[in-house]
């Protein structure tokens, strides 16, 4: 079993829908989780973290952990083409060893 | 939030030669670095993790004498390819950490190496 998954897509949402992307994890010792947006050739940028179970909201993002089922999810809501992109989850245990999972494609239609 | 920053940000070479990649942390003091690797529509892979001043430990699979790491400064560590070879060619990206609890990891821009 791989320690985060994550499906592959690609995941295609309307413009204006709100696109959920999932991510299950295999430590249950796991601590923080992230969620990482990456455009093709570049580098990945963080969209945003949460520690704790429930939801996080930030702006258009939600977040939520449910650490019982080792699951987190990010929600976008009103999803904009410029949202396309492959959004990785990354869990880490002890503030040092970060595993990432293998990404979602998201791809918004206009 | 923090930025990392990579130098080079492309670079081709030929076969056999060795390439340096430096990556700073321009606004913050990096405890922890570590160095990803990402092959074409493939996600990122982990080759090491060093700490500031200490040798770096490096992933199953990672020869540690082909890839030289050096965390000499808070701001500063190195990736060396040592005689790389084609199948070296990949996007090489690192990131900083600051502290040690579990505070999120910052990517620099990545160098994208290209081994003829």
């Known amino acids: 079993q791989k320690e985060v998954e994550q499906n592959s897509g690609p995941l295609s949402v309307p413009e204006g829908a709100i696109a959920s992307l999932n991510c299950t994890y295999s430590d249950r010792g796991s601590q923080s989780f992230f969620w990482y947006r990456q455009y093709s050739g570049k580098s990945p940028e963080l969209i945003m973290f949460i520690y704790s179970n429930g939801d996080k909201e930030d702006g258009r993002f939600t977040a939520q952990l449910n650490k019982a089922s080792q699951y987190v999810s990010l929600l976008i809501r009103d999803s904009q083409p410029s949202d396309s992109a492959t959004y990785l989850c990354a869990v880490n245990r002890n503030g040092q060893n970060f595993v990432f999972g293998p990404g979602t494609r998201l791809s918004v239609l206009p | 939030g923090a930025v990392v920053s990579q130098h080079p940000s492309w670079v081709i070479c030929k076969s056999g030669t060795s390439v340096k990649i430096e990556c700073r942390s321009l606004d913050f003091q990096a405890t922890t670095m570590f160095w990803y690797r990402q092959f074409p529509k493939q996600s990122l892979m982990l080759m090491a993790t060093?700490?500031?001043?200490?040798?770096?430990?490096?992933e199953q699979g990672v020869e540690k004498d082909k890839f030289l790491i050096n965390h000499a400064s808070l701001t500063l560590s190195t990736l060396t390819v040592t005689s790389a070879h084609p199948e070296d060619s990949s996007f090489y990206i690192c990131?900083?950490?600051?502290?040690?609890?579990?505070?999120?990891?910052?990517f620099g821009p990545g160098t994208r190496l290209t081994v003829l």
């Open positions: 060093s700490n500031e001043g200490s040798k770096a430990t490096y």
């Open positions: 990131s900083g950490k600051q502290g040690i609890s579990h505070n999120e990891q910052f």
